[in-house]
């Protein structure tokens, strides 16, 4: 197991201010996705009494976000290169307030359909823009560290939704969870207007004064600034980019094909049936109804103060090592999980309880690995002429296999069965510790230049991070 290294020597750079407020705000980005990705489950039993909706429409509601975001993901590519990472932040917020009036005010379920697509494109841009640009802002040492901080932000949202929702469940009123979400979009629309314009992107588009006035700021010092944009320059070089670059250079491919199979990977370990489907899990185990929004609850605050793991080690442990052990405890925990539906969990207190620990076991071995690892590494390897192209590749892989989970799960499970289910996911995750082997590499402390300079020579992917 190449790359696992437990006794690297500490970061021999300080953590910068400036550095660590640009990346904070650029994460609460994610907070609108968990946001997003949260609050629909509460309020759709409201929306189902007040419009009277079928089954079929609860699932148009509910994907239709998804499909809006896998929209963003892919227009964003292309806009972020044209307009820079900053703008198309500020418009992703925008949206994103539009979007949350547009549901709340709604009076039809088209309208509402329309509502969450807007939102749906806001979070794919965000999703797509706000870590690549961490990634750009953020020192080598620390990069791992500021990228989780986007998906603690995420998990921050998942859980203040579901907080928001049981709260607002006793007096029904889905317009307030929908609407609510308009609050921290202005405060995120207010943050953005503070953010410098990514250095990379600056220079990618010809503004290099501008670039080294940024880096400057965010380095603190003059000639780690001046160093960086020449290794910057030296990478633009190359010819092509984006798609062009993607015909052009096997390469390219090749990182573009290893973050697609990231975001697949962290999609296919079944996260979230867990974060959908929570209640209803719990209900299969034999919990009621109340016991079943309190263990959701818990569920979204495990997901919150697991991510702390990996802001804290993720620069310092690896990625690959703590990717791997994430997957062994996420394998586990499907697998008890379906064990102990398979044996029945209805009369035993044992059981049923095992049964939520073991869920609580894989939502922390999620939230410490597959859930920011994936997003760090998305933006890490991918080259700087086909960055847009690469991450925006990935991000739509995301929302469309999310998509894809979500809407398959209640049928896997009256078809193949509760406890068939989930050893199926136990097997994914199990099958991934051996993809993560094959082709991950670990990037810990290696400029982005670095491992650029690595995929283009060649080097296996599990090494271009060497
Ligand atoms: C994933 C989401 C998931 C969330 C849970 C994110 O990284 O992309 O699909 O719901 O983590 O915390």
């Known amino acids: 197991m190449s790359g696992i290294d437990l006794s690297a020597p500490p970061p021999p750079v300080s953590l910068n201010g400036k550095s660590v407020l640009t990346a904070i705000l650029a994460a609460v980005a994610g907070l609108m996705f968990g946001l997003d990705l949260g609050v629909i489950s509460g309020a759709l039993k409201f929306i189902g009494l007040e419009f009277n909706v079928t089954d079929f429409g609860k699932e148009c509601i509910v994907s239709s976000m998804m499909v809006g975001a896998a929209v963003g993901a892919v227009c964003g590519g292309r806009l972020s290169y044209l307009f820079?990472?900053?703008?198309?932040?500020?418009?992703?917020a925008v949206l994103f307030v539009l979007g949350s009036l547009l549901c709340a005010l709604a009076t039809s379920v088209t309208l509402?359909?329309?509502?969450?697509?807007?939102?749906?494109v806001s979070v794919g841009i965000a999703s797509f823009t706000a870590p690549l640009y961490i990634s750009e802002i953020a020192h080598q040492h620390y990069r791992g560290s500021l990228i989780s901080v986007y998906q603690l932000m995420i998990t921050v949202g998942i859980f203040v939704a579901f907080i928001s929702d049981a709260l607002l469940a006793y007096?029904?009123?889905w317009r307030w969870m929908l609407g609510i979400v308009a609050i921290p979009g202005v405060v995120f629309l207010?943050?953005?207007l503070l953010l410098p314009d990514s250095p990379r992107w600056?220079?990618?588009r010809g503004r290099k004064d501008e670039a080294f006035t940024v880096l400057h700021q965010l380095r603190g010092h003059e000639g780690d600034a001046r160093a960086e944009i020449s290794d910057i320059e030296e990478q633009l070089a190359q010819i092509e980019g984006g798609y062009g670059l993607f015909k052009a250079n096997a390469n390219f491919r090749r990182s573009v094909f290893l973050g697609i199979l990231l975001q697949t990977m962290q999609q296919f370990t079944g996260i979230i049936v867990v974060m959908y489907y929570a209640p209803r899990i719990f209900e299969v185990a034999g919990f009621g109804d109340n016991a079943a929004m309190w263990g959701t609850a818990i569920v979204g605050l495990v997901n919150v103060l697991s991510t702390f793991i990996a802001i804290g080690f993720v620069d310092k442990w690896g990625r690959r090592p703590m990717l791997i052990a994430g997957f062994i405890i996420m394998t586990i925990g499907m697998a008890s999980v379906g064990t102990l539906l398979y044996f029945g969990t209805g009369n035993s207190e044992l059981a049923r309880y095992g049964a939520v620990i073991m869920l609580l076991a894989f939502i922390v071995g999620f939230a410490f690995s597959a859930g920011p690892l994936v997003w760090i590494l998305c933006s890490e390897v991918q080259p700087i002429k086909g960055r847009d192209f690469g991450i925006g590749c990935s991000t739509f892989t995301n929302w469309v296999t999310n998509m894809i989970v979500g809407l398959t799960f209640?049928?896997?499970?009256?078809?193949?069965?509760n406890a068939q289910t989930f050893w199926m996911y136990a097997a994914f995750n199990a099958f991934f510790i051996y993809l993560t082997l094959k082709f991950v590499p670990e990037t810990r402390g290696v400029s982005l230049e670095q491992i650029e300079r690595n995929l283009m020579a060649g080097k296996p992917l599990n090494r271009i991070g060497l």
């Open 410 to 417: 209640l049928t896997l499970l009256n078809t193949i069965g």
């Open 112 to 120: 509402l359909i329309v509502g969450r697509m807007v939102l749906g």
């Open 202 to 204: 600056l220079v990618l």
């Open 84 to 92: 820079g990472r900053k703008r198309l932040l500020l418009s992703s």
């Open 190 to 192: 207010l943050g953005v």
């Open 171 to 173: 007096s029904g009123s």
